[in-house]
């Protein structure tokens, strides 16, 4: 069996990162954008969870979003680290009830309120018509389904979005967005 020559590293110090390369523009394939959770965990959270600890995991996993879960690890919400400000904190505590007693799903957004995409189109779509989306719902985060599997299939971030194309996206800033097709094309 032939062997590989071994060399040293000399002053190589950086990594290689995917988008490195690809060139992505707002016509990329929203499906590069996209968290298939047929491949990635979703990141999940048990409804029954003190708020407090939520927002602690959350900080400690660096993420902004997490899916509420019953016992049987079907949706019931999710849960934004914008749905977790102090603000709203204090709008909860206004009962008499105390800030440790606060569950996540206190604060969640219930299943039965969310709007999300369909796979299907997600399929066909390119990445400014999702950009696209969300501005106009003011969403940061949007749930995909796929309808025939009769699943959750995966996850649009603005976050995600914004750091792939190396372009901040201000969701509710609608100028931007005009900013950001102008910057891309």
Do not use: W, Y
Not at 4 to 17: E, H, M, P, S, Y
Not at 86 to 113: A, C, N, W, Y
């Amino acid at each position: 069996m032939k062997e590989l020559k071994l060399n040293q590293i000399g002053d190589i110090r950086a990594f290689v990162t995917p988008s490195e390369f690809s060139e992505l523009t707002l016509k990329s394939s929203a499906l590069l954008f996209f968290t298939d959770f047929s491949k990635v965990r979703p990141l999940i959270i048990e409804s029954g969870v003190s708020a407090l600890e939520t927002i602690h995991l959350m900080k400690k996993a660096h993420v902004k979003l997490k899916l509420v879960v019953d016992e049987n690890e079907q949706l019931v919400g999710i849960v934004s680290a914008d749905d977790l400000i102090e603000r709203k904190f204090v709008q909860k505590l206004g009962d008499g009830t105390k800030r440790h007693e606060l569950s996540i799903s206190d604060f969640m957004t219930p299943r039965e309120k969310l709007t999300v995409l369909e796979f299907s189109d997600v399929e066909k779509a390119n990445i400014g018509a999702v950009i696209g989306t969300l501005r106009n719902s003011g969403k940061q985060h949007c749930l995909v389904i796929d309808s025939d599997k009769k699943v959750i299939r995966g996850l649009f971030s603005v976050s995600d979005i914004s750091r792939k194309l190396k372009v901040d996206i201000d969701i509710l800033d609608q100028p931007s967005f005009a900013k950001l097709a102008n910057s891309l094309e």
